[in-house]
C-alpha cells in the first residue's frame, strides 16, 4: 500500500470515528429519555399531579414541588428581568470604553463561571441570615437570580448590539434623548434577543437543585405555598430526595417527576428557539 | 427631561453594579466565616490531615480528600468529553455537510440543558448497574459513573467552543494545507486543531471549572464518603458534595461543623476562579490574529 492510499484509509477512518462520537452522545441521550419514559410514565396521573408528599412512595405526589418550581419560576423572572436588562443596557448603550468598564466586564465573565453551590453559600448568609428571608421562596428566587445574572447580560448585549448604529443616529437626527432612544427603537428592536436569553436563563434556574439546597429549601413539604416568604421545594429537590431513597417505588417516583421537570425545560427551551429564528427571519437590516 | 435622563442612567448603572456587589458578597461571606473557622482549626490541619471528618466524634479537618474526590471525578469527566467532544468539532468542521451540522448541533446542545439532577439519576440508575456488568468491583456509588455522565454532559460545552474556535481559522490556510496534497484529516489535526489550540486549550478549562463545580451528579452518584483516593471503583466525595451533604442536615448556625461548608467553599472557588482567569488570560494573549 501506498503512502497516500494509507493515508487516505487513516482519513476514511476517522471520518467514520467521526460520525461514531456525534451520535454517541444523542444515542445515549435516547436511552436515557427511552429509560425514563418506560420506568415513569405509568406513575404520571391524576393523582401524582395533585397530592401532597407523603412517606408511602405509591401515595406521593408532586403538588408542593410544581407549585415551587412555577413559584420559584415567576420570582426570579421578576427580580432578575429588570437587573440583568438594565446591566445590560448600561454597558452597551450608556458606559464609555474605559477601565471601569472593563472590570465590570471582566467581573461578570468570572461570575458566570462560579459555581452555583456557590451562589447558594451567598444566599445562605446574605437572604437566609443577614436578612433573616429564612428557607422562604424570595430567599431562593434571590439567589437564583443572582446565579442567572450574568447570563442576562450577556445575551441582552449580544440581542442589542445587533441593532445597527444607523437606528439610534436617525432617532438622535429627529431629537430623541438617549433614554428615548433606548426604550422606543433599541429596546423595541432587540427585544425577541432579550426574551430569549431570559427564557434560556430561567430554563436554567429550574433545573437547580444545589443552591436551593444550600440555603435550606426542604423536602419535605406539606403544603403549597401561598406567599413568597413560606417554606418551599422544587422538583429537582424532589428528585433528589427520591432518588437518594433505596426503595424502588421511589426511584419509579423520580422518573416520574423528572419527567415533568424535563417537560417544563424543554417547553421553555423550544419557546427560545422559537423566538430565536421568529426574530432572525422577522428583522433584516 | 435631563433629570428623568439622568434618574435612570443612574438606575442603569446601579443594575451594572450590583454584579461587583455580588462578587464582593461572595468573596466577603466565604472569607469571614472562613477565618472564623481557620481560626479554630489551623490551615496546616487543613491542607495536610488526611482524613476529612467534621461531622463525627473523632474530628479530623484535612481538605485533600476532597480535593482528590473533586480531582478524579473531574478528570474522568475530561478524559470522556475532551476526546468526544474535539472529534465532534473536527468532524462537524472539516467533515459533515453544512446541513447536516445544522441539524445535529441544537440536538448536542439539547445535552446541556438536561438538569443536572436528572444526570445524576442517570448516573446511579443506568450507568452504573450497567458498568457493574463487566466491572465487577464497581460499588454501588463511584466516581467512574458520575465522572462519566459528568464528561456526556460536558461534550457540548467543548464540543461547541472548539468548534468556533476552528472555524475561526481562516480558509486560507485549510486551502494551502489541500493545496499542498494533504487529505482532511492532515489538514485538520496538522493545521486547524494547532492554528486553533488557544481556543480549545480554553474550551477544555472551562469544561474542567464546569466539572468542578458540579455538584448533583456526584451528589447523587458518586457516594459520601472522602477518602484519599485514586481509585474510581469506589465511593468518594467531592467538595461540593460535601457542601451538599451538610446543607441536608441539621447543623447549628455558627457552628464548626456549620463553618467547614465555606472552609470547602472557599477551596472550590479558589480553584474555579483560578481555572477561569486562566481560560482569560490565555484567550487574551494567545488568540491569534488572522488578517
Not at chain 1, 471601569?100 to 463561571?113: Q, R
Not at chain 1, 435550606?216 to 422538583?235: H, I, K, Q
Not at chain 2, 486543531?193 to 448533583?216: C, D, F, H, W, Y
Request: net charge positive; charged share 15%; aromatic share 10%.
Amino acid at each position: 500500500m501506498t503512502n497516500s492510499e494509507k493515508n487516505r484509509l487513516k482519513d476514511k477512518a476517522f471520518q467514520v470515528f467521526g460520525v461514531f462520537c456525534t451520535f454517541i452522545g444523542l444515542v445515549i441521550l435516547a436511552v436515557f429519555l427511552f429509560d425514563i419514559a418506560i420506568e415513569g410514565f405509568s406513575r404520571i396521573d391524576w393523582d401524582f399531579l395533585t397530592s401532597l408528599p407523603s412517606r408511602r412512595a405509591s401515595r406521593a405526589g408532586i403538588l408542593t414541588a410544581w407549585a415551587g418550581t412555577l413559584w420559584i419560576l415567576v420570582l426570579t423572572a421578576i427580580i432578575a428581568f429588570p437587573l440583568g436588562v438594565g446591566a445590560g443596557i448600561y454597558l452597551e448603550e450608556y458606559s464609555r470604553k474605559n477601565r471601569w468598564t472593563n472590570f465590570l466586564e471582566i467581573n461578570i465573565a468570572n461570575l458566570a463561571g462560579v459555581p452555583s453551590i456557590i451562589y447558594g453559600l451567598l444566599g445562605l448568609e446574605v437572604f437566609v441570615r443577614q436578612m433573616r428571608l429564612g428557607g422562604s421562596l424570595l430567599a431562593g428566587a434571590l439567589t437564583l437570580s443572582l446565579l442567572i445574572l450574568p447570563i442576562i447580560i450577556v445575551t441582552t448585549r449580544e440581542a442589542i448590539k445587533a441593532v445597527p448604529r444607523s437606528v439610534r443616529d436617525g432617532s438622535f437626527a429627529l431629537g430623541a434623548s438617549k433614554w428615548q432612544t433606548v426604550w422606543n427603537q433599541v429596546l423595541p428592536a432587540s427585544f425577541g434577543g432579550i426574551l430569549t436569553g431570559i427564557i434560556l436563563s430561567l430554563s436554567r434556574a429550574v433545573g437547580e437543585a444545589a443552591p436551593l439546597i444550600v440555603i435550606g429549601a426542604l423536602a419535605y413539604v406539606p403544603f403549597t405555598p401561598a406567599t413568597p416568604l413560606d417554606e418551599f421545594t422544587v422538583l429537582p429537590i424532589q428528585i433528589f430526595n427520591w432518588t437518594s431513597r433505596p426503595q424502588e417505588a421511589f426511584l419509579t417516583n423520580a422518573a416520574g417527576a423528572i419527567i415533568v421537570l424535563l417537560a417544563i425545560t424543554f417547553l421553555l427551551n423550544g419557546i427560545a428557539v422559537y423566538l430565536r429564528n421568529r426574530q432572525q427571519k422577522k428583522i433584516k437590516w | 427631561m435631563r433629570v428623568s435622563e439622568k434618574i435612570i442612567e443612574g438606575l442603569l448603572w446601579l443594575s451594572a453594579v450590583i454584579t461587583i456587589l455580588i462578587t464582593i458578597g461572595i468573596i466577603w461571606v466565604l472569607l469571614s466565616e472562613s477565618i472564623a473557622f481557620f481560626s479554630e482549626v489551623s490551615i496546616v490541619r487543613f491542607l495536610t490531615e488526611k482524613e476529612w471528618t467534621p461531622l463525627f466524634a473523632d474530628k479530623k479537618f484535612g481538605i485533600m480528600p476532597l480535593v482528590a474526590g473533586t480531582l478524579l471525578t473531574t478528570f474522568i469527566a475530561i478524559a470522556v468529553a475532551l476526546p468526544l467532544g474535539l472529534t465532534i468539532a473536527v468532524y462537524l468542521n472539516e467533515y459533515a455537510h453544512a446541513g447536516f451540522k445544522q441539524v445535529i448541533k441544537p440536538m448536542l446542545e439539547v445535552l446541556a440543558t438536561i438538569p443536572t439532577v436528572v444526570y445524576g439519576f442517570f448516573a446511579l440508575t443506568v450507568v452504573t448497574p450497567f458498568l457493574q456488568g463487566f466491572i465487577p468491583g464497581l460499588a454501588g456509588f463511584n466516581a467512574l459513573s458520575a465522572g462519566i455522565v459528568m464528561g456526556i454532559m460536558i461534550i457540548p460545552m467543548i464540543s461547541s467552543l472548539s468548534e468556533d474556535a476552528i472555524s475561526a481559522v481562516p480558509r486560507s490556510l485549510r486551502e494551502a494545507a489541500y493545496g499542498m496534497g494533504s487529505t482532511r484529516l492532515q489538514t485538520a489535526f496538522g493545521v486547524m486543531v494547532p492554528a486553533a489550540s488557544s481556543g480549545i486549550v480554553v474550551s477544555v478549562i472551562l469544561g474542567i471549572s464546569r466539572a468542578v463545580g458540579e455538584t448533583m451528579i456526584v451528589a447523587i452518584a458518586a457516594g459520601q464518603q472522602p477518602r484519599l483516593t485514586l481509585n474510581p471503583l469506589v465511593p468518594i466525595e467531592t467538595i461540593t458534595t460535601y457542601i451538599v451533604q451538610v446543607s441536608l442536615g441539621d447543623v447549628p448556625h455558627g457552628s464548626l461543623e456549620y463553618r467547614t461548608i465555606f472552609a470547602a467553599g472557599i477551596t472550590l472557588f479558589i480553584f474555579t476562579f483560578a481555572l477561569n482567569n486562566i481560560s482569560f488570560w490565555i484567550k487574551k494573549k494567545y488568540q491569534e490574529k488572522y488578517d
